[in-house]
Structure formats: C-alpha cells, structure tokens
C-alpha cells in the first residue's frame, strides 16, 4: 500500500513543480508486470522522482546520504529501498524476497551523478544482481 502512496505522490509532485513536464515513452501497461534488474542513467535529481512515479513496483538501490537523511531516509526505509554500502550478501535476502513478490530492482550503474552530464564507467553490479536473481535486465 505504501509503494503505491508513495508512486502517485511522486507523480503529482512532479506535475506541480512550476516550469516541468513529464513524458513517458517506450513503456507499456505490462513493462513491470514481472521482475527485472532495471538500469537507468542519472543525471539530475529529478531522475529518481521520475522512476519512482512509473511505478509502485520499484525498489531502489540507494546511496547512504539518502537511507540516512532525515526525511528522504524514513521515505526510503519504508519503500523498501536499500542501501548499496551494505553490500550485495547483505542484501541479497531482501532482494530475492522481493523479487518473488514482483518487485523490480532499479540501479543506477555508474553509481553516481556525472557532473558533465556524460555516462561514466558501467559498475557491475546490475548485471551480478541480474544473474544472482535470475531476471533480465530492463535498460
């Protein structure tokens, strides 16, 4: 229930912020019906609130400053996101449970913002997660 609260938040949020637009392609009704390891550049802020709108069946690979902030930390603690810095072992457990309940992992696989705006070097650990829970990847 919260996934789906926190997804429709994000999205209106997103529609009232004065000077945006949002413009969804290339998905379709049936693009998170299943699990996958999802791989998404990033490249601004608004990159996460844009994922998170798309849908309620995403949990995000985090960085420490957002598990451990504040506001953003309580968010994402109760969205089930987790945090990288804990390693893979660690969370391995959760990601397979929640994967078998139809979640899709969601990554940012060059592990942080580029400051020109060019995608730096691919980390592996999408496509170690991928094998590891034996879904696709969806770029």
Known sequence: MFHKL???STRFLLFAIPGTSLRVSGL??????RARVVV?????????LCLIALSPRLIFLTKDWVWLN????????????LPVSAGVDANMPRLK????EGYSVLVFPEGTRSADGRPHRFHQGAFYLSASL???VLP
């Open 6 to 8: 926190f997804s429709c």
């Open 28 to 33: 379709t009704p049936t693009t998170f019906e």
């Open 40 to 48: 998404a550049n990033h490249t601004s802020l608004l990159d996460a």
């Open 70 to 81: 504040p506001f953003f930390g309580l968010l994402v603690r109760s969205a089930d996101f």
């Open 97 to 100: 449970h929640l994967v078998a």
């Open 134 to 136: 034996g879904v696709e």
